[in-house]
């Protein structure tokens, strides 16, 4: 038995470097020209608790991770009570052995290794921090893995922290690989080294979204730090300078919003990164925006919640208050990748449809898509298709011939007031909150009322040729198709390949990246289908309910997730068979 | 030459007669002109209150904001065009309460921005509830009992955070309002002008009257010094029978929060910089990170 799809677990007590030595090993996994998929699952805490890493590789390009453990690496006692029940019949759990196994802990089929990870750590290598190296040797040893990529990147990540750390490193890395020796012809699953591939990149969703951005012109960012929607914040401040983006840590998620409405009435590309909580925050300045028609993009990254929730954990829970959020009604448009790819393109189309209707665009990822990284050859960001588009930007030739006096809030067709940016003599206007004429001038006129509410809400019919269309994956006309948005996107898809594995033609799935407008496409495509499961991690079934209220469409069935777990593929074909 | 004409505007404003705000709206005007300040180099970020509509009342740039937020809002304009000069107007519910927050950061930050506080110690436009600087025991239809707070101390607050300009004006001395302006607008850094302004309607105690024989101009002072951070500490307080008038402190500012920004530290202002595609060596350099 020799399988190429592996699964690999390390887990322990937060402050152990378990995300840090992950991210190493998948590193190593894909320059080896293998695909991975890597999930950190961590508690909201510094120290202590139970953190664990997920890293998934294979041969074949990965869109999700999966339940199946091959290998565990027990830094405590703790992750095998946890874990153990998940490793496969001829997996491997090494383990920490300072303290004494359980028997009831003990699994039939799954060879224990014990070994004093910390104290052999110190012993070769002079300190304990060392011992995810260690379990980390004895994994790529145990796996057949080519040691000399592992040993690359220990020399890359502790180069500046000199040779004798470089060689401690090293040291401990060829200690794993000798004391996984003896258990090496037993142990059945491999990950070699798989030679010609293309070069590849480990990125995650939050790196991809923050490339979208910085592609599509993003010059100004500011925020509060919240998890999981720091990540861009972060992104930012580390990129900014180099790249031309003021980034700004304020002191809260209302001078986040507000800040960047100031700037985006000035001409600059603004975006918010934020979290559900955060961006609760933020909805008055939502409403300021989209009444005084101020471009601004909105990232939320989705935790569960309400108030403080689960902040480390994945939902997907915030879609239909991003859709309602503040008081009254005024266009914006709400967009959810669900993928690398999508994140990197929506990250910059967000900010030509900002400008081309002065509006605010929201972008929905979540713990799961911004956390999680995967491995994808460069080319997938496609960077050559990258438009900037100001929209109905008056040009300074254009201000220089202004002989009436300047209409910001012009009543037009498509609801679109050609703008110009404060500065110009010939255009002095004031950007304005209460309701007001074309001038501005603050009024109440009932009929004027009509007139501008009317004009900035007709930029919602514009707004739907721009909102991404759903997408199909699998073969058409299946049994069974999944309906989905956002991250859940790459264990559905997983989920239907494996159902056609079966039986050809099972399922198939319709994806939904656009919510708001609601793409207009989605009626006929959602007719073309079957039996139709909506899949999505919140309570009541948010995309279930915007789709009856749009189509009059009732679905035949849902699977639903709340528990702060990203979907698994294995979890979706469960509740497949109880829909 | 940029003159008065330039700021007109046939707009009515909504104050009642003899509301201070007429002064204030006069007197900056007049600041600007004389500073030669023409209407499209400026705007002017305001709150939600009578006095926030200030920039609907004269020929200028302005942003009308939300309650409480002009302070963000005016320093994400700063930043996004440095070159445009940002001058803050609101009431003290906004600055002093619902924004008291973004105040004491952005003092912290030195933004290049003048603050002016319509400070009325009253809400007027929701008619006549007690605000942040309404004297404690102050009875109103939300404080029937009489309010519980004592005031907040904006000028002293700023002094404490590092603000290199602070002031205090009043419309019933209207040549002097406008010199302080002036001064704050040359300021090279953040400077704050906390405006007595008198609320004929809903503040009455707090009318002309009140102040015309309380108030005295600190510059008349024989040996009051400016730069002297603990006296104008302890003047910033003085409330009572005399209140002080005038620049409280002043100092020369460190670098704004705009000139501290890595990206603006040479170049135009981040607006004026055209949106370029990321070059090969960009997208080969940044994708390299994760290689």
Request: hydrophobic letters at 40%.
């Amino acid at each position: 038995m020799v399988q190429n799809d592996v699964t690999l677990r390390i887990g322990g007590e937060a402050g152990m470097g378990l995300e840090s030595s992950g991210a190493a090993f998948a590193k190593a996994l894909m320059r080896g020209g293998l695909q991975v998929f890597g999930v950190p699952d961590f508690y909201s805490r510094i120290r202590g608790g139970h953190n664990f890493f997920t890293l998934r590789a294979a041969r074949e390009p990965l869109q999700s991770i999966a339940d199946p453990v091959h290998l565990l690496l027990a830094l405590d006692m703790e992750t095998v009570r946890r874990h153990a029940g998940d490793v496969v019949e001829g997996g491997a759990i090494i383990y920490e052995s300072r303290e004494e196994l359980p028997d009831e802990l003990r699994r039939p089929g799954v060879t224990y290794i014990p070994v004093e990870l910390a104290q052999v750590s110190r012993d070769v290598g002079g300190d304990e921090i060392m011992r995810n190296t260690l379990a980390l040797g004895m994994a790529a040893s145990l796996l057949r893995f080519d040691l000399a990529y592992l040993e690359n990147i220990a020399r890359e990540n502790f180069a500046r922290k000199g040779d004798a750390v470089v060689d401690s490193n090293l040291r401990v890395i060829a200690e794993g690989a000798r004391l996984a020796e003896p258990y090496m012809t037993d142990y059945p699953f491999r990950l070699e080294t798989v030679p010609d591939q293309p070069e590849r990149i480990l990125l995650n969703g939050t790196q991809a979204f923050s490339l979208g951005a910085l592609a599509g012109g993003c010059n100004f960012v500011s925020g509060y730090p919240m998890t999981p929607g720091s990540g861009v914040l972060v992104w930012f401040a580390q990129h900014g300078a180099k790249y031309g983006v003021i980034a700004k840590h304020v002191e809260d998620e209302i001078a986040g919003i507000t800040m960047a409405i100031g700037a985006a009435v000035m001409g600059a590309r603004a975006l918010v990164p934020t979290s559900g909580g955060g961006y609760s925050l933020m909805v008055e300045g939502t409403g300021f925006a989209g009444i005084s028609e101020t471009p601004v993009v909105i990232y939320n990254a989705q935790r569960p919640g309400p108030a403080t929730g689960l902040p480390t954990r994945t939902g997907q829970a915030d879609l239909l208050f991003m859709i309602h959020a503040s008081q009254d009604e005024f266009p914006r448009m709400v967009l959810a990748p669900g993928s690398l790819e999508e994140a990197f393109h929506l990250g910059w189309h967000a900010f030509n449809v900002a400008d081309r209707y002065q509006t605010p665009v929201m972008v929905l990822s979540d713990q799961f898509l911004a956390d999680s990284f995967r491995s994808i050859e460069p080319s997938a960001l496609d960077f050559a298709a990258v438009v900037h588009d100001r929209g109905a930007l008056l040009t300074e030739a254009e201000l220089d011939a202004l002989t009436e006096r300047y209409k910001r809030y012009a009543v037009t067709e498509s609801g679109v007031s050609p703008r110009a940016l404060p500065g110009h003599p010939n255009a002095v206007y004031v950007t304005e909150s209460n309701e007001h004429d074309e001038y501005p001038r603050i009024e109440e006129d009932a009929q004027n009322r009509i007139a501008q509410q009317s004009k900035r809400m007709r930029k919602g019919e514009g707004m739907r040729g721009d909102v991404p269309a759903p997408t199909w994956y699998g073969p058409p006309a299946a049994a069974t198709t999944l309906v989905c948005w956002g991250s859940t996107y790459g264990p559905a898809c997983e989920a239907v390949d494996r159902l056609n594995a079966v039986e050809a033609g099972a399922a198939n799935l319709l994806h939904f990246s656009g919510l708001e407008p609601f793409p207009p496409t989605a009626e006929t495509e959602l007719r073309k289908a079957r039996r139709k499961i909506a899949v999505e991690g919140n309570y009541t079934g948010q995309l279930e309910s915007l789709i009856h209220t749009h189509t009059g469409i009732a679905l035949d069935g849902h699977i639903r997730k709340f528990d702060g777990r990203p979907f698994r593929p294995e979890g979706i074909l469960a509740a497949l068979e109880e829909v | 030459m940029v003159t008065r004409d330039d700021y007109k505007i046939d707009e009515r404003p909504t104050w009642c007669s003899g509301c201070g705000n007429y002064g204030i709206l006069n007197a900056l005007t007049r600041a600007f002109v004389e500073q030669g300040i023409a209407p499209h180099e400026v705007i002017i970020v305001t709150g939600i209150g009578c006095g926030s509509k200030l920039p609907q009342y004269m020929r200028v740039n302005g942003m009308h904001t939300l309650h409480g937020r002009p302070w963000p809002i005016a320093q994400g304009a700063k930043l996004a065009n440095h070159a445009m000069r940002v001058v803050m107007v609101h009431g003290d519910g906004d600055g002093y309460g619902e924004g008291l927050g973004h105040f004491v950061h952005a003092v912290r930050r030195n933004p290049g921005v003048v603050e002016l506080v319509q400070n009325n110690k009253i809400y007027g436009l929701t008619k006549g509830q007690f605000s942040p600087t309404s004297e404690q025991g102050k009875r109103t239809s939300t404080s029937p009992a009489g309010s519980a707070e004592l005031p907040v101390e904006p000028l002293a607050l700023a002094i404490t955070q590092g603000a290199t300009f602070v002031g205090r004006g009043y419309p019933g001395d209207l040549k002097h309002l406008i010199w302080l302006i002036g001064e704050a607008l040359q300021h090279p850094g953040y400077a704050l002008v906390d405006i007595l302004q008198p609320c004929v309607t809903f503040n009455k105690p707090r009318s002309y009257d009140y102040y015309r024989d309380r108030v005295y101009r600190l510059q008349d002072e024989e040996g009051y010094d400016v730069t002297n951070r603990s006296a104008a500490w302890e003047r910033a307080q003085e409330w009572g029978d005399r209140i002080p008038l005038g620049i409280f402190y002043r100092v020369t500012p460190g670098p704004t929060f705009d000139a501290q920004e890595p990206v603006l530290k040479e170049g135009p202002p981040l607006v004026k910089r055209p949106l370029r595609k990321l070059e090969p060596e960009q997208i080969a350099a940044l994708l390299a990170e994760y290689g």
